[in-house]
């Protein structure tokens, strides 16, 4: 019973009398009875209880879910009481607890402020104007997956789905439910929404491997192609772009299917093929792919692990290993799959340990070629300490003699040289801080060789030069600490009365790897305002089922934008173009959509070579409003935006000079809002 | 004089009866909604003619009017009475002297204080069951001074007692708006041993939980009120401890919907505090309704009568008003469907008047002949099959609807030709409206107020949706152009007398170019703006706030034309007529006020409500107002004589928003329960029951044709839901009719057709477009 659990909510909570003696000293007032403290409290009890009732009138009719000390200024205004001036609390107020002498006390700790010091201070930036920003939150009964939407299916219900395939959906999450049986009921015309998840779901406990259950939309298809081909294909930056779009975009939960059998044929063809550099884009999708906050791919291991660890310990991953660095993919894939295991590892699937005996199995065998080694003990040791303590530890000894037998032995082959030269430094590099942990300083260089054999020489060398880094280390972590929370107060405190202007501070932790696109998203006002905006690219597309004949290609270029940031445009051959398909029929003057069944998705990439950037800004998936419904995205004035400019931007590359952030601060109002007449 | 001033509010429902209230200004010719004479109020509610078979409460105010001779009576000793509190010595002389009234009357008068105090209660008492208390009241007052069954204290000898909290409080506190608090409160005499009461409840406790299932949940309304009521009684008669822990043991039993109240009621624990407490006078001015079935009813009645338990009995003599139906008892979710409200639930005939809720007859406009042009230049090949779509539309406006009210039941502004233009565009886009239902849902565009920094408190768009309007807790007023065309303000009078009068383009030549603008912002306002609203013409722009004011706006010149002053608190909602000229304004004083534009008095007051109302809306045809409130019930309201003809109770939250069904048979409310109710305006029945929200229901809106109801929440989410559907299921067979007992199915979720999240962004405003598209904002709110 919800009464039940509320009754002690209920109860007559009163303040202290002993406040009431407290604050009657504080005024002067020394020497009150204990019956005048107790009525006193009694009565203000009640009166804080009142007009609190009151304020949260006032909250209801902001339509706030937090109290604000403003609606307790109301509150006192329709008393007839005169409000609190000078009041303005913070988000968060730090409430001190202090015990003593059997007493509980908490008290909000206000610092003494030197008046010089809030002068000397910059002012804080202005806070962002209120602006206006369109976007499509359902299209015939679809929503869109854009970034301006909640991920269409959370990744906790993605982990759900595939942890627990037979469970109905938990109490919790009873409106996904809903939603997704109302999906079903309703065929929608183009019975896309219908066949959205329901199915994924369904099939699930059946199906180990749930392939092309569903169909994808026409743009759906055509983004995984644009997509695909950018990631493998030859330009740089358009991959740095893709992946950027991978990691980032909150739609892909629908194409994972489609990206996980793309990698794993990718990498069945390529390993055949000795296509190193194929090799290495894929593995970089499947870290892109493992970087999506809103992707959870517990489903699709199957097919991604053995991908991934066919590349850390394949017999031959290029044309020529003697001099092509495979060495690297391998160590690239080892992280992975010891991301993967970290992530998904459970006691159910024993991901970890599977993937541990696999390794190990291939270590152990006397004829396994010198570059596998290296992969599985490159693999093992990625896995953690702890596998290094008890799996490659006791080895060292028989491995050291191994290398020994090509080192100093008859040349073989210069392959089977090099590869002996890689697993030798490997295992120094893997096993060096480890055993700098678990044995006790001295290093000796004979207990070393004792217990080491071969490689116990140089392990204590190594491990002498880890413990003077991991010393150095500590110092340095001390210190980044001391700097993050010094520009702290100065900015909390002059931006008070302001009211919290919250966006700016978002802007500036874009990485905040956690969520960036929701944050940035926020943060951001609207195409207008956003400084310096990179090379945009657009791909609109309307994927007409009726008049399919109306329509017409305009293609345009930002050059203008391209051009001024000079920098990109020459990493990156060729601007971006926009590419954008508008039907005729959409030019009617006022703001509605025709009834004709039209769907726009832009798809809208950010600069070439921020993609690399880790953590930079993500990209950004925004709808275009129809012809007849303009982005009403408001720009500030505009001397707003050009001060805003050098500090707000976090797309802006580190270094780009001012005037190039002013210039492009009149242009972006132009060329960063698609405009609707065109 | 003050307590003059007083009378008009008694009468409520009539601010300025002909003759005693400061003449009306002459109607001056409105500078820009011409045309309409004001509808005065003689005019208005007593007119004859076409109107007189429509209105049968015609001329005589509703409630105070069943029994004048009393009620002036109490009205001249409440005056008396008041002059004697402040000293005026020689006034009241003067004027008892001309009332030639006998000293002995005046004595009685004393004697009877709670008598006195009632003509003083708030403006909210002024409707019928106000009138009733009254009567009630003084009869019981009448009968105490002969009998003794109400209980000893009554008599002569305890008077003095009686009579004194009066005295305190003159000479403390003014008390100018609370009614005459301790007059009110001491019908809570003491009437029992203190240290009983418990075990009058729980034994009550004990019957109705041991009577027979059917009666059981019928009688178990009994708890709240009778709760309520002992706990107050506690209170007043100070016996705090007592009081602290009845509420302790009982306070647990009462409905989870009653938590606010019960909030409200325990932190009220000494006598000091019931002056002045809103919710507690509330209880104490107002009698909770109950309906019970004549068994139940008989049941309880022996049951109280065989205990001999006078205490609870008087309670429910004096503080219940127990509506007795014949029949079966209804069963616990029937009745859980309806109560809740502050109030308990209507009485039948509260809903019993008739409601002509069809929609007025649409003036004939002749469709001008370039419309097929330009419709040719558009859409090729298309224009012949429009033409028997509008004819069939055409031929639809001429039939009258049987349940339309006459179409000069209210004086409405006379079209203008932009009004003309505007209506033909409508049905041009009519006919290009998207058809939906179940399988064809609305496209959402969501506009986000991005950096409001939660200060978003209202939104409005125009009905051809080329403007948005955000009311912010700073004060502002924005209004957006969301079309490529800009807003532009029209040029100073110097400049404007340069312009060439007789040019074809003259409208657009005096527009001022430079002040072209994406977004204007319009200050005035002191305090946070709770409502906006657009005049259907797009010429004005109304906004109320926190401050008491409406302010009226022009959108040529991007200026405060009035502020209209009324409200003395905050203002929270305010909408124009679908006809524009007049509108409706509703605060947190408890009383919805209609205006008219070049009027800088209300037209009418509606009270009744018991707390503040929250939401006002027009009725498509432009004749009633609907109005929630934080009591929890909703009512309507005819606009031609002030009446209160329907009350809609079953939310158990304070309802946040309404909306009125395109052909004017239903409203939705939604509340802060989290729930949409659907109701019949016609039968005055619940329609329907919609669940699925978490948070409260800032947004509804219908469909343009009525198909689709979209409602918008706090919990961030917009959803869809099949109305027709709801509609289709609606019983409306001569029981349902009769008894108001309504059986809803549980059926939320197979009329829920759709439900979108927003990222963190509550939903505060929903509009369909004229082609159905459907438009929702809010402002984005980062966690």
Redesign the interface.
Known sequence: ????E??AK???TLLPAESMKVMAEAVGIAQVPEETCQLLA??V??RV??IT?DAL??M???????L?T?DVD?ALK?KNVEPLYGFHAQEFIPFRYASGGGRELYFYEEKEVDLSDIINTPLPRV???????????????T?PAIP???PPAPKEQQKAEATEPLKPTKPGQE?VG??K???QS????DGKGKEKKGPVLEGAPLKLKPRSIHELSVEQQLYYKEITEACVGSCEAKRAEALQSIATDPGLYQMLPRFSTFISEGVRVNVVQNNLALLIYLMRMVKALMDNPTLYLEKYLHELIPAVMTCIVSRQLCLRPDVDNHWALRDFAARLIAQICKNFSTTTNNIQSRITKTFTKSWVDDKTPWTTRYGSIAGLAELGHDVIKTLILPRLQVEGERVRGIVEGPVVSNIDKIGADHVQSLLLKHCAPVLAKIRPPPDNQDCYKADYGYLGALLCTHVVKARAQAALQAQQVNRTTLTITQPRPTLTLSQAPQ?????PS?IKVPSSITLPV??L??G???TPTQPSPPPTKYIVMSSASGNSTSQQVITFSTSAVGTATSPVSTTAPGVQPVVKLVST?QT????????SVQKYIVVSLPAPGEGGKAGGPPAQLSPS?PSG??L?G?APPASTTVKLEPSDSPQAPPGTPIPFGKANGAQGGVAGSPQ??Q | MAALAEEPAEVAVKPDPDGTAPPQPPPAAPPAAPLTPAPAEGEAAGAPGPAGEAAPAKPTPPGPAASPAPTDRQTFLAVLQFLRRNNLRESEDILRREARLLGEEVAAAALSPSALGAPGTPAGEADAAGAEALLSRIAAAAAAGGSVAVGASATPGGAPVVAAPPGKVGGGVPVEEQPDVSAVLSAYKQQGDPALYEEYYSGLKHFIECALDCHRAELSQLFYPLFVHMYLELVYNQHENEA?SF??KF??????YY?DD???L?????K??MKG?ETMLDFRTSKFVLRISRDSYQLLKRHLQEKQNNQIWNIVQEHLYIDIFDGMPRSKQQIDAMVGSLAGEAKREANKAKVFFGLLKEPEIEVPLDDEDEEGE??EGKPKKKKPKRDSMGSKSKKQDPNAPPQNRIPLPELKDSDKLDKIMNMK?AT???RLG????????????????????AVDTTD???M?V?G???STV?V?????KKLRSVKSAADLSLIDKESDDVLERIMDERTAS??KILYGHS??V?GTSFSPDRNYLLSCS?DGTVRLWSLQTFTCLVGYKGHN??V?DTQFSPYGYYFVSGG?DRVARLWATDHYQPLRIFAGHLA?V?CTRFHPNSNYIATGS?DRTVRLWDVLNGNCVRIFTGHKG?I?SLAFSPNGRFLATGA?DGRVLLWDIGHGLMAGELK?HTD?I?ALRFSRDGEILASGS?DN??R?WDAVKVFEDLETDDFTTATGHINLPENS?DL?????????T?V?HLHF???N??L?SGA???Q
């Open positions: 019973m919800a009464a039940e509320k009754k209920l109860s007559h009694d009565e009890s009640y209880k009142e009732q009138k006032f209801h009719m902001g339509k706030r879910r937090k604000t403003s109301y329709l806070p962002l104007d209120v602006c206006l920003k369109a976007h499509w939150l359902s299209i015939e009964g929503q301006e939407n909640p409106e809903t939603l049986g109302k999906g309703a065929s929608t015309p009211g919290p202007p919250r966006a978002i929701q944050t998203v926020s951001r006002p609207s029929a009617a003057p006022s703001a509605t959509v025709t009834g409003a419904l303009p009403p408001l609707p007449s | 602290k509420f302790e306070h647990g039993d009462q409905e989870c938590q019960m909030r409200v325990s932190s009220l624990t000494k000091e505090h407490n558009n859409e886009e290009k409206r998207v179940p399988e064809y849902l609305p496209s959402i565009c969501f506009y986000t107020f991005l950096n409001a920094y939660q200060g978003l408190t051809d949706s080329s948005i955000g912010f807790a700073d924005r957006w152009s969301v079309t490529p994406e977004l305090g946070p709770y926190e608190y905050p929270w947190h503040d929250t934080a304070p946040h802060t699925g409260t800032y706090m989410t917009v869809l979720q829920l057709l759709g439900t979108y999240m927003t990222k963190s509550p505060i477009t004229r082609r598209l459907l929702a984005y709110s980062p």
